[in-house]
């Protein structure tokens, strides 16, 4: 395959200090463009006094080595960094190097059509030395690969790659069914053979189960299956088959032969993930293809990473299995063997200085207590403020730090996650602390953690499960679990479940390396849940015990939920909305549905015409809708002051559940008065207390009939509400009508000597009260004409940056003419400087053309994050065979609108 290529993006100088080796490297950090991602990557160059052409070393990760330093990003190990060990030893010794995070790890991104198959790894590989040829600095190109970053290496020779020398370390050289032989079967027959060995082992619950089924699992892929349910006893896992596919069509030990340069292969004497004599073995297949230059070393006292091993059997396999293991220091033999044999084969200008790689073999991390802590707050209180990775903290006096609200996203760092947000709080010297805000609808399989924890929960219900038992959670309850117990996380309710996690160690030096490890989370648990790994309920078979369990607890949970529908939220910038899991963003883009083509209002039909509701909700999703703005006559819900219109709530949740089946977000606009004669003499006879007391009802009725449902997308508590100035006549609360209907509403018929402002305040949160107390989730907004703005002239009282504090978003209406964007756009600008979404909830090309109205909504992107235009229950198809010059105005209008929909709603 021939790889174009691939381009530095972005370049970084960082240099190393001089206090671990003499051969001082300078370290680029590099972003490389390669045809199948963007790359994070370190070149590290030695220093060359005459500037000499130096041979440049690619490192080539194993599976233990995530990043480019050879991190394992996995909660509760030891930090390893093997890579960038590799990367001061081959300095050191005079070579340059260049290692580099995998995809979906540090920097590393992928592109569109990434796989994540080992074929595509060495794709990677293949234009990073493509690249490296390509620099003056360099004459030679030598390939290593650690461990399974051997047979990534030779994959890409296979397929055309040419490097001057290969180094393996730990490379294995079998069968892929072997790899699982060696390591987990023989775990098994260990566990086996003493009581003691059983107990231990039931904290590798996977590792057990896997070590009994692999034959089964590789047979599976042999058939061409795309996964294999791994099931042992309570513990059940879903292993995608995808690269144990590539083992059996390219074996590991065969793609030796496509190694045609002098080769070095090392292994350790105690290597417990790949057999000892896999070096040799792999020589040995390098001679018979007709590479005679190869040779095998075997370091003595060093495990699979070559670091030193435990004195006992016992202690190395409890190690190797816990990953307890990367805190033993490195084995310096195995680093002077690799620079004696890189200098003999691929000499170097540069003079090594040998004496560093014992210096950097035995060199360890500090631990939290051995740095030198700065003392905060001698003199005051000292804050500090919110960062990307850290949350607002009081220190109040030495030693003493305050997290005031753990469940703020305004005031706490965190990553989302399938999982949910998390992120850090607080680091002792010995111990930490982080959170977990759980989404509605979470479903996390059990899976055991290296150390333990002590979990509180502080908001919301939900479930824990633990070997295929369960036990419902609610604020104030308190659970341990013990290192390697498996532990699984439900939420069958409608709210998030906020949990705090205290670990009585501290595994984290720097909250960086927590924020980082959580990015690298959250793409791979995307990864899975695209691969079909389950992490919503509703992804479950209905019989699944989750399941079973969740309609025994809550009963009013959508338990079958295979055809629900996230819940909206404002997403953490305040600028635009996400689905309920935080990761996937909304863009509302959809249709008023005010009255249908003869003028009648949805009420008015909504029984005996129901089936043309139907066909008009399926035509509106047809057209590219997401959002049904629905308008609530007050005439038609209310009977009296306090009596809600139980029969018109029925046919409202009948809507909803329309809404729900057919994937659209209504907007539940409400206090309509737009039919005059409609109007109930009571009603306007009410005073301002009574009648704000009336409509405080009206949405107490409403809220409570769909709090539960999340095709809600808000509730737009009126029309175009004006607060006038002055004294109005009594019972005068409607304003001029358009087209036979009143739009706009007054909310007072007296100013008295209050502001305007004020009185809108006062009103919104009259309202917002009565729809909290029955549901405290679905957002709320107030549809405002443009006028709205504080500025001479006009205005409707309901001042944006003075009425926001209790609505979650804003809405305006604005429609687009010809000669006026700009100053409209300002308007809108205007709206959006309040610091909330923005949602253009009424437009239409009443008083511009076709393409205006087109650059109208896209410029009106930069502050808006929703549009909202107009249906009138005429298809396209009958529009066309209008003579009506409006019909064909909005048939047109409709063409566009569904042709712009792909653009519109995404992300800008």
């Known amino acids: 395959m021939v790889l174009r290529t691939c381009a530095v993006v972005v370049v970084l100088l960082a240099v190393v200090g001089r206090a671990v080796f003499a051969h001082e490297p300078v370290s680029t950090e590099l972003k490389l463009d390669t045809p199948r991602a963007e790359v994070g990557a370190t070149l590290a160059v030695p220093e060359s006094k005459d500037k000499a052409k130096l041979p440049c070393v690619v490192i080539v990760g194993g599976t233990l080595s995530q990043d480019r330093d050879g991190r394992m990003f996995r909660e509760g190990i030891a930090r390893r960094d093997a890579l960038k060990r590799l990367a001061e030893v081959l300095a050191a010794g005079g070579y340059a190097s260049m290692r580099y995070d995998k995809v979906g790890f540090g920097t590393s991104k992928a592109k569109s059509g990434w796989d994540n198959s080992y074929l595509a790894d060495s794709q990677i590989v293949a234009a990073l030395v493509e690249h490296i040829r390509k620099q003056p600095a360099f004459d030679r190109v030598i390939v290593l690969g650690e461990s399974a970053g051997g047979y990534v290496a030779c994959l890409a020779a296979m397929n055309g790659m040419k490097a001057d020398a290969f180094v393996f370390l730990g490379a294995h050289c079998g069968s892929g069914a072997d790899i699982y032989a060696y390591n987990f079967e023989r775990l098994v027959k260990y566990v086996e053979q003493y009581s003691e060995n059983k107990a231990w082992a039931d904290k590798l619950p996977y590792e057990m189960a896997i070590g009994k089924h692999y034959r089964e699992m590789f047979a599976a892929a042999e058939r061409g299956d795309a996964t294999f349910e791994l099931i042992d006893g309570s513990f059940r896992s879903t292993q995608h088959l995808a690269r144990r596919r590539e083992e059996l069509t390219w074996p590991?030990?065969?793609?030796?032969?496509?190694?045609?340069?002098?080769?070095?292969?090392?292994?350790?004497?105690?290597?417990?993930?790949?057999?000892?004599?896999?070096?040799?073995k792999i020589v040995e297949r390098l001679k018979a293809a007709g590479n005679a230059n190869a040779t095998s070393i075997v370091i003595p006292n060093a495990d699979h990473s070559f670091q030193q091993v435990a004195a006992t059997e016992v202690e190395q396999v409890r190690e190797r299995f816990t990953l307890t293991s990367f805190r033993r220091p490195y084995q310096p033999q195995a680093y002077h063997a690799l620079v004696t044999w890189l200098r003999k084969t691929i000499p170097t200008p540069v003079k090594p200085d040998l004496d560093d790689l014992d210096e950097i073999a035995k060199r360890t991390e500090p631990t939290p207590a051995e740095s030198t802590a700065v003392v905060r707050a001698k003199d005051r209180i000292e804050i500090d403020p919110l960062t990307d990775i850290t949350p607002v903290r009081i220190h109040l006096a030495p030693g003493i730090e305050i997290v005031d609200d753990v469940g703020s996203v305004e005031k706490t760092a965190g990553v989302d996650t399938l999982e949910g947000r998390i992120g850090p709080l607080l680091l002792g010297d010995d111990q930490q602390a982080h959170f977990i805000d759980m989404p509605p609808g979470m479903f996390v399989a059990e899976h055991p953690h290296s150390s333990e924890s002590l979990i509180y929960t502080v908001r919301g219900s939900w479930v824990l499960c633990s070997n295929g038992r369960r036990h419902l959670m609610k604020p104030g309850s308190l659970f341990r679990f013990a290192a390697g117990k498996p532990t699984g996380y439900e939420v069958p309710f409608d709210e998030k479940a906020l949990l705090l996690i205290f670990k009585g160690s501290r595994l984290t030096k720097h909250e960086k390396e927590f924020i980082d490890y959580l990015k690298g989370m959250a793409e791979r648990l995307k990864k899975e849940q695209k691969e079909g790994i389950p992490y919503l309920l509703k992804d479950l078979p209905a019989d699944h015990p989750a399941r079973v369990f969740a309609r025994e607890v809550n009963p009013k949970f959508l338990a079958d939920q295979s055809n629900a529908m996230p819940w909206i939220e404002v997403a953490k910038d305040k600028r635009s909305f996400v689905m309920a899991s935080g990761v996937q963003p909304f863009v509302p883009w959809g249709f008023n549905y005010d009255h249908d083509a003869n003028g009648r209002l949805l009420e008015d039909y909504w029984e005996e015409k129901w089936a043309d509701i139907d066909a008009d909700f399926r035509e509106m999703k047809t057209l590219g809708a997401n959002v049904v703005r629905i308008h609530l006559q007050v005439a038609k819900l209310m009977v009296g002051p306090k009596q809600p219109n139980?029969?018109?709530?029925?046919?409202?949740?009948?809507?909803?559940?329309?809404?729900?089946?057919?994937?659209?977000?209504?907007?539940?606009?409400?206090?309509?008065?737009?039919h005059k004669q409609d109007v109930p003499?009571?009603?306007d006879a009410l005073s301002e207390a009574e009648r704000w007391q009336t409509q405080a009802a009206f949405w107490r009725a409403v809220a409570k009939q769909c709090a539960n449902s999340p095709a809600i997308f808000c509730y737009d508590l009126m029309n175009e509400p004006v607060v006038p100035g002055g004294r109005r006549k009594d019972g005068d609360w409607l304003g001029p009508p358009f087209a036979g209907k009143h739009f706009v509403q007054v909310i007072t018929l007296d100013q008295k000597e209050r502001p305007r402002p004020e009185i809108a305040k006062q009103w919104i949160h009259t309202l917002v009260t009565a729809i909290r107390e029955v549901d405290r989730r679905h957002l709320v907004t107030v549809g405002l004409v443009d006028w709205s703005l504080d500025r001479p002239g006009l205005t409707s009282g309901f001042v944006p940056d003075k009425i926001s504090e209790e609505l979650d978003f804003l809405c305006i209406h604005l429609y687009p003419e010809n000669g006026k964007l700009d100053e409209q756009l300002a308007t809108l600008k205007g709206f959006a400087a309040v610091g909330k979404p923005v949602v253009i909830e009424e437009t239409f090309p009443l008083k511009c053309s076709p393409a205006q109205m087109t650059e109208f909504l896209e410029r009106s992107r930069e502050h808006a994050c929703g549009w909202i235009s107009f249906y009138w229950g005429k298809p396209i198809e009958e529009l066309h065979k209008s003579s009506s010059i409006g019909d064909a105005i909005l048939a047109q209008w409709l063409e566009q609108f569904q042709k712009l929909s792909p653009v519109m709603t995404s992300p800008r």
């Open 252 to 280: 590991p030990d065969a793609m030796f032969a496509h190694i045609k340069s002098p080769t070095l292969a090392m292994s350790g004497e105690r290597d417990r993930n790949v057999a000892t004599d896999h070096a040799a």
């Open 646 to 674: 139980e029969k018109a709530l029925a046919q409202l949740v009948k809507l909803v559940a329309l809404a729900e089946r057919e994937k659209l977000y209504l907007d539940l606009t409400g206090l309509a008065c737009y």
């Open 681 to 683: 003499e009571w009603y």
